[in-house]
């Protein structure tokens, strides 16, 4: 007897997951590569198109969580379920809840940090966004790091729900991970 494969997530939720995921990997890569460069005009447009990234990045996170919260993920295999140790389902719970905090705060951080740093970010260079916080250099200082902090976070959560992904994958061979392929 075969074990019935798990429910998925419906194909807005599987094309939010991924986008999403490619564009923090992307953004998070590419600002430790900008932030080494020496000042010039190419690292101000790369700065520019992570910000860009950024507010893409805060936009999608708005609308995977309104999706989320309209139509509710499907919940995990009952069989999965009671196989999972309490400890692994706090952590799931848990992984997860943090990595939509982070999809906030950081590019959130970022924009506060530009805006303190008196950057502001024109989308694509034609649509001017306010101001997140006034500008104030002593207050860019004390954003910048957590920007950074929040960034590192979300790159350890992220590395975490991988892992957990392979253990499921490769070590119980449940199929979990077909509930968020397309």
């Known amino acids: 007897m075969h074990p019935q494969p798990p429910s998925r997530y419906s ?7 991924w986008l999403l ?18 000042f ?4 101000l447009k790369y700065m520019n198109w992570h910000k860009w990234a950024g507010v893409l990045v805060l936009v999608l996170s708005i609308v995977r969580l309104a999706t989320r919260l309209i139509k509710r993920p499907p919940p995990l295999p009952q069989r999965m379920a009671e ?9 799931h719970h848990g992984t997860h ?10 590019p959130l951080l970022g924009w506060a940090y530009s805006s303190a740093a008196g950057f502001p970010i024109v989308l694509f260079g034609q649509l001017p966004l306010p101001d997140f916080v ?12 957590w920007h950074k902090l929040a960034a590192f976070a979300l790159m350890g959560l992220i590395v975490l729900h991988v892992l957990a ?3 499921h994958q490769f070590i119980d061979r449940d199929g979990l991970i077909g509930r968020m392929l397309p």
């Open 11 to 17: 194909l807005t939720a599987i094309l939010l997951h």
């Open 21 to 38: 995921a490619a564009a923090i990997l992307f953004l998070f890569f590419f600002g430790l590569y900008m932030v080494d460069l020496p």
């Open 40 to 43: 010039s005009m190419q690292k």
């Open 83 to 91: 196989a999972m140790p309490r400890w692994q389902h706090v952590a």
């Open 97 to 106: 809840h943090l990595m939509y905090l982070l999809f906030f705060a950081v």
């Open 134 to 145: 006034p500008a104030s250099p002593e207050l860019a200082q004390l954003i910048k790091p």
């Open 165 to 167: 992904v392979v253990k």
